[in-house]
């Protein structure tokens, strides 16, 4: 049956992270980005939301709720409405601890999942993407090579999120042999495993991330997500594409309202600038390119909750989220003028933050 | 309730029992009809006309009946099953779906003010008979387009002999000719009582067919939808019963202008529907150039990197992307109605982008077809000359734009002309 009414309890948790990114996450936004610098005060009170408890199963702890893309969406919308940045840092354990808890063994996850009980963010992170200008997450160059009952990692990552205080990290890596891609639970006490410096990014530039070199890193083949079975990668794809569908439309709506609530107060030639139709018409068509989006988004969702295939529409919502947040982020500076290429106003960070998204795989997951 | 974008099983079938008869009935006219403007596309009312009726008889008996408060209340889904009826009726051919034998927007304005009585002797017509009936709604004027304010038709009540005299002219009436002429059918036409009230003696009146001093004098010949009938329509001293205007007879202002506002109400439930329109050509359009490129060895293959797509399979991801973010905004503002919830807003959005799309899409599928897009051996040109139509009516995009800024900004008509 045809609806687009949330839930009780996604009402509720929408409320509440709509709450944490006006009242927490704006304030310190500005800032944050400014200094290069996650204030860790804000980041604590978003892990203690308890967006990922609440999926760890309860004979582990956690709350037993089901995992839902949808409802990851709307949590993920939320949460970039206030900042993408501090969003990205908030989500980054579900990286590590959405694949365990979907396609982990059960021995893996009864030795992992906990870590996301813990009263402070668990120190995790997820590497995926890869530095050039030609990435293909079905082609990867990092490999796995399997020798016996160990495992040795090669290659180079990019944009791993958190990477220096993490203790896990999720590769990503093709099997020499099969051409296949597994991920694999590593600690970062391997040998072989160097974290780079700091990378330097046009935008989310409060979130620290880094490249990270894997050089003959040898784990033990149990390590391997899944055991035998393995994940299932298309469909975690997916579950990642989602995630930053929504991040996006979270940015596109912050920048969106601002834009809007400036141009019905800055007045120009007697009137607000609102009241003529070459900026009216462009914060219309922003309105209507983000709610196309987040539709998009929640359709892939749904499929996703229902374990349909959902690479199509997954992939039609990012490539069209990439192009609603950039065309809605830049409508927002133009419609502020000259405040909108200043640094006081958030409208150019919005953009910057904005045009990454193409750019940004494995950076979040649903 | 929760984010749900399933279609009912029962929706579904009907889906395919009208896609068969677009197949059987549309699409081997399509051409045909477009070459020969005017002509009428029989073998489509003919199949059509007695489902319709049945269905008219239904609605016709829930409008009329008083509702049981015992009967278990279902969530209503009469604007999905009618969103997915025009998609799948304009998939098979725009102009021929446009010449579906019912009350169309006349029953609406019919149905949403009028009284028992009046629904009773107006949409009986629509409900039974062995002959097709149309109805059509009569807005615009040369000099009242987008502004129906401008409205100069005027309607004087006669005392002496208890009826509306109508004089005035009326274009871009859609089937006007065939509820006029060809059949017993009934045009609603929106004229004045006082041309100094402006929107508030705007009024809706019920012309039937066969009333002295109302003519059909013109027959457009247009760019696409050439299967539609769209006329022009002179009101000479027309004079029809004092009963025939829809709702009150008085100049009403401000928050009690039902007249003007019943008018635009029914665009919060046709705009979504002609979004649907447009969706349907658009599909047909996109189908037809999937095909053709399968054939020639081209896939499209999501989840594959950009670097690696071509560029027409960007170019047609684009479009699919493009028709589901029109499709989604139309379903939302189609669920709306169902739930009887105000949807001026997510009306105007979907029929907007609806608009823009259909125009994009079909403009493209002729690209990429090259010579044979061009060509008028295949749909694809024809497609793009219907797709236009839905940036049109119903408010062009322009319009449709001013209604979703307005609303967005909180802004009335008078602070944002």
């Known amino acids: ?226 055991g035998v079975v393995g994940m299932d990668y298309p469909a975690l794809l997916n579950r990642q594409r989602v995630a930053l569908a929504a991040l996006a439309v979270g940015v596109a709506r912050a920048s969106f309202e601002y834009a809007r609530d400036y141009a019905k107060q800055r007045v120009q030639f007697g009137k607000p600038i609102a009241q003529n139709q070459a900026i009216a018409f462009m914060l219309a068509e922003s309105a209507i390119e983000i709610d196309a989006a987040r539709l998009m988004t929640w359709e892939a969702a749904w499929k996703l909750d229902r374990g349909e295939e959902a690479t199509r529409e997954a992939v039609l919502a990012k490539q069209y989220a990439d192009k609603a947040v950039l065309f809605v982020t830049d409508n927002g500076v133009q419609t502020l003028g000259g405040y909108g290429f200043i640094r006081e106003y958030p409208a150019e960070r919005w953009l910057r933050n904005g045009r990454g998204f193409p750019a940004f795989a494995g950076l979040a997951m649903v | 309730m929760t984010i749900d974008f399933e279609i009912p099983e029962f929706i579904q079938q009907q889906q395919a029992m009208v896609e068969y008869i677009a197949q059987a009935t549309m699409r081997p006219y399509s051409r045909e009809l477009d070459e020969n403007e005017h002509a009428r596309p029989t073998a489509f009312i003919d199949q059509i006309w007695p489902i319709l009726k049945e269905q008219q008889k239904a609605t016709l008996r829930k409008l009329t009946e008083t509702p049981d408060p015992n009967k278990p209340k279902r969530p209503s889904t009469t604007y999905l099953r009618l969103m997915l009826l025009v998609e799948m009726l304009s998939w098979g051919d725009a102009g021929i779906y446009l010449c579906l034998p019912s009350a169309a927007l006349g029953g609406s304005a019919i149905e949403a003010v009028g009284t028992p009585e009046q629904k009773i002797r107006f949409l009986t017509r629509f409900a039974e008979g062995d002959k097709p009936v149309w109805g059509a709604m009569a807005m615009t004027e040369p000099g009242a387009g987008s502004d129906t304010s401008a409205i100069q038709t005027s309607a004087r009540y006669d005392e002496a002999t208890d009826e509306w005299v109508l004089n005035g002219e009326k274009i871009f009436c859609t089937s006007g000719g065939l509820a006029l002429e060809e059949s017993d059918g009934l045009v609603i036409v929106w004229a004045t009582v006082d041309r100094s009230a402006g929107r508030g003696g705007m009024k809706p009146f019920v012309v039937e067919a066969g009333t002295p001093g109302v003519k059909v004098v013109k027959a457009e010949i247009k760019h696409g939808i050439r299967a539609s009938d769209t006329v022009a329509i002179s009101f000479q001293d027309a004079r029809i019963p004092a009963d025939n205007i829809l709702g009150s007879s008085e100049v009403q202002t401000g928050a009690g202008n ?160």
């Open chain 2, 258 to 417: 039902k007249g003007f506002k019943g008018a635009m109400a029914t665009f919060d439930a046709s705009r979504p529907l002609v979004a649907a329109g447009a969706l349907g050509v658009g599909r047909a359009a996109l189908e037809f150039l999937k095909e053709k490129l399968t054939e020639s060895g081209i896939e499209i293959p999501y989840g594959t990197p950009y670097h690696k797509l071509t560029a027409i399979q960007r170019d047609v991801m684009e479009m699919e992307a493009d028709l589901k973010a029109a499709y989604l905004l139309t379903l939302r503002a189609i669920a709306m109605l169902d739930e009887k919830l105000n949807n001026s807003l997510e009306a105007s959005m979907a029929k907007v982008k609806a608009g823009k799309v259909v125009t994009r899409v079909t403009q493209k599928a002729v690209e990429l077809l090259g010579p044979m897009g061009y060509s008028r051996e295949w749909l694809a040109e024809k497609w793009m000359r219907d797709g236009k139509i839905n940036s049109l009516y119903e408010g062009t995009d322009q319009i449709n734009t001013l209604v979703v800024a307005r609303r967005i900004l909180e802004y009335s008509r008078n602070e944002l002309s």
């Open chain 1, 1 to 226: 049956m045809v609806s687009f009414t949330l839930t009780e309890d996604q009402q509720a948790l929408t409320e509440t992270l709509r709450r944490y990114a006006v009242n927490d996450v704006r304030p310190v936004a500005h800032d944050a980005d400014e200094d290069s610098k996650l204030p860790q005060a804000v980041v604590q009170k978003g892990w203690e939301l308890g967006l990922i408890p609440a999926v760890i199963p309860e004979e582990l702890g956690g709350f037993g709720d089901p995992l839902s893309a949808v409802t990851g969406a709307l949590a993920a919308e939320e949460l970039a409405y206030g900042d993408l940045s501090l969003a990205l840092a908030v989500l980054s354990p579900a990286l590590f601890a959405y694949p365990l808890l979907l396609y982990g063994t059960a021995e893996q996850r009864e030795n992992l999942l906990p870590l996301f009980l813990e009263e402070t963010p668990a120190p995790v992170t997820a590497a995926l993407l890869e530095p050039g200008i030609f990435f293909d997450a079905h082609e990867l160059q990092t490999t796995a090579t399997h020798e016996g009952d160990k495992v040795r990692l090669n290659g180079t990552k990019a944009y791993v999120p958190l990477a220096a205080e993490s203790h896990w990290m999720l590769v990503y890596a093709r099997s020499s042999e099969t051409g296949v891609v597994e991920a694999y639970l590593v600690e970062d006490s391997v040998a072989g495993v160097q974290v780079e410096s700091r990378e330097k990014l046009m935008g989310i530039r409060a979130l620290p991330t880094y490249r990270i070199n894997f050089n003959d890193a040898t784990v033990d083949a149990a390590c391997k997500l899944g």
